[in-house]
């Protein structure tokens, strides 16, 4: 089975700090995506990666980056975090352009 | 924005019952449609899938229909039960390019016992 794994399920972060969720896949999967999921916005996609070291914007890519050093792991990062940022971060992982995706189980992230 | 509209946004459905989850969607160079279920505290998970080149796919109590003319595709669950319960995401991508899925907002299925 397709295992993606985000290390951190829950944190607490102050804002102005600097946030890193970092996600692993176990499938030598090409593509890593992150959303972030919100109540009645369903799902958004911030950043994604088709290869090492490289990134895409998504739809919402404003006060996120990404990075990508290795094929397995897909980090994002928030460098100033804010109340606004709020949510559960989903990564994804897929093993080509078909777009069959694989989540992880989320992040939930609260901003204070 | 390619946009991918769902509704409804919440369902409640008795057990036994049919539930029919319905999107749209405007950018008809999208060609893979699948359908996500996602229970509480977990990741979305893939449900099932269609390209347009077939009208209707059905695996166990989960059918899609596909209406390519309308722009439209649907999901139903046949004999709904209360293991059911969670939220549903239709998405659409094209198999072109850098091409990434985009979802709707999601429908939260409560199937009561």
């Known amino acids: 089975d397709v295992k993606v794994t985000q290390s951190s399920r829950y944190l607490v972060k102050r804002t102005g700090e600097k946030v890193f969720l970092e996600c692993v896949q176990d499938?030598?999967?090409?593509?890593m995506f992150w959303y972030r999921q919100d109540p009645g916005l369903g799902l958004r996609l911030i950043y994604f990666s088709y290869d090492v070291k490289m990134k895409e914007k998504g739809d919402i890519p404003e006060g996120y980056s990404v990075s990508r050093e290795k094929k397995e792991r897909f980090s994002l990062i928030l460098e100033s975090a804010s109340t606004n940022q709020t949510s559960m971060y989903l990564c994804?992982?897929?093993?080509?352009?078909?777009?069959?995706?694989?989540f992880g189980e989320g992040s939930w992230l609260t901003v204070v | 924005q390619q946009q991918v509209k769902q509704s409804p946004q919440s369902l409640i459905v008795q057990k036994g019952g049919i539930s029919i989850i319905n999107c749209a969607y405007e950018?008809?160079?999208?060609?893979?449609f699948p359908w996500y279920q996602q229970f509480p505290g977990k990741g979305p998970a893939l449900l099932i899938a269609?390209?347009?080149?077939?009208s209707e796919k059905k695996e166990g109590r989960f059918t899609i229909s596909f209406n390519k003319s309308a722009k439209q595709f649907s999901l139903h669950i046949m004999d709904s039960q209360p293991g059911d319960s969670a939220t549903y995401f239709c998405a659409a991508s094209m198999n072109s390019g850098y091409s990434t899925l985009t979802f709707g907002k999601g429908t939260m299925l409560l199937v009561s016992p």
């Open positions: 499938m030598d999967h090409e593509n």
């Open positions: 269609i390209r347009p080149d077939v």
């Open positions: 994804a992982s897929s093993p080509d352009r078909i777009n069959t995706i694989y």
């Open positions: 950018n008809t160079a999208f060609d893979y």
